[in-house]
C-alpha cells in the first residue's frame, strides 16, 4: 500500500485534522494500563476526547486472549508469566498471549468516529502499514503480515527480516476495540531486550499447548543494532505527521 492510499482511505485515516500526541512518562501498572484505554475509548465516544496517541512504555505483563482463559493450561501459564516477573492479564480483544515490557512501546490511537465499525477491518491494514513505514525509517526490513509459527498470530503483524537469513521476527502486534461511537487501536511495538519476551513467551505457550516458534520472538535491536525506543518513537511521529496534523499535550490533560 502506497503512502497516497494511506491517504485516501476512509474511516481510517485522521487526514487533515488534528491527533494529539500524549506522552506517558511512567507505567500506572499493568492493569490500570489496560483499563486506562478503554477509559479514553469511553470519554472519546461521548464527545469528551478529540483524535489522540496514547505513547508509553508498560511494565512487564503477558496480555491473554480471552481463548486462552479456556484452556486446561490456563492457570499454569498465569504462574509460568509470575516466574518470569510478568504480571499475566486478559485482554477484551481476541488473539492469543502477547508479551511486552519496559523495551516495547505502546501505542493507542482512539479517536471518537460516528462510524466505527464500518472502518473496523481497513484499519488494521491502515495501522500495519503506518507501523511498517515508521520502521523502515529506523532502517529495518519491515512488511505486514503473518510469519509461520509467529506468538499471537495475525494477518496484519508487523514484522522485520534479517540481513543475510531468512528469519523473520514479529515487532508489532495489534489489537481493536470498536465500539458505537468510537474505537481504540492499540499497538506494541518489541524494540529492545527480547530474551525475556521469548522466554516468557515459551514459558507460557508450554504451559497452554500452543505451539509456536521462539524464533519469531525478537525485538527491532536485534535486526538494527543500537535502535531505542526513543528512536523508534520519534520515527513512528514523523511518519504520522505525514497523515496527520500533530499537537501535544500534557498526560495529566487526559485525567488519569
Known amino acids: 500500500m502506497t503512502t497516497g492510499e494511506l491517504s485516501n482511505m476512509h474511516h481510517a485515516d485522521p487526514g487533515t485534522r488534528t491527533v494529539t500526541v500524549v506522552r506517558q512518562e511512567v507505567s500506572l501498572g499493568a492493569g490500570r494500563d489496560l483499563e486506562f484505554g478503554l477509559e479514553l475509548l469511553a470519554k472519546a465516544r461521548s464527545g469528551g476526547m478529540g483524535p489522540t496517541l496514547r505513547l508509553y512504555r508498560p511494565a512487564p505483563t503477558v496480555a491473554f486472549g480471552q481463548r486462552d482463559t479456556r484452556l486446561p493450561g490456563f492457570e499454569a501459564a498465569e504462574q509460568a508469566c509470575r516466574d518470569n516477573g510478568f504480571e499475566p492479564l486478559v485482554r477484551r480483544a481476541g488473539g492469543r498471549a502477547a508479551a511486552y515490557h519496559q523495551g516495547t512501546l505502546v501505542v493507542d490511537h482512539i479517536e471518537p468516529d460516528a462510524d466505527a465499525i464500518a472502518g473496523s477491518k481497513s484499519r488494521f491494514g491502515y ?56 474505537w481504540l487501536f492499540s499497538s506494541v511495538i518489541v524494540v529492545e531486550d527480547s530474551a525475556p519476551i521469548r522466554k516468557v513467551l515459551t514459558d507460557t505457550y508450554a504451559a497452554l499447548g500452543l505451539d509456536w516458534d521462539p524464533a519469531t520472538a525478537g525485538a527491532v535491536n536485534d535486526l538494527v543494532p543500537g535502535v531505542d525506543v526513543g528512536a523508534v518513537e520519534e520515527a513512528l511521529l514523523a511518519t504520522y505527521a505525514r497523515h496527520a496534523t500533530l499537537g501535544t499535550a500534557p498526560f495529566s490533560s487526559l485525567g488519569a
Open 127 to 182: 495501522f500495519g502499514e503506518l507501523f511498517a513505514e515508521a520502521l523502515r525509517g529506523v532502517g529495518v526490513h519491515a512488511a505486514v503480515g503473518e510469519i509461520p509459527g509467529e506468538y499471537c498470530p495475525g494477518e496484519f503483524s508487523v514484522h522485520g527480516s534479517e540481513q543475510g537469513s531468512s528469519r523473520q521476527v514479529k515487532l508489532v502486534g495489534t489489537a481493536q476495540r470498536v465500539v458505537a461511537g468510537g
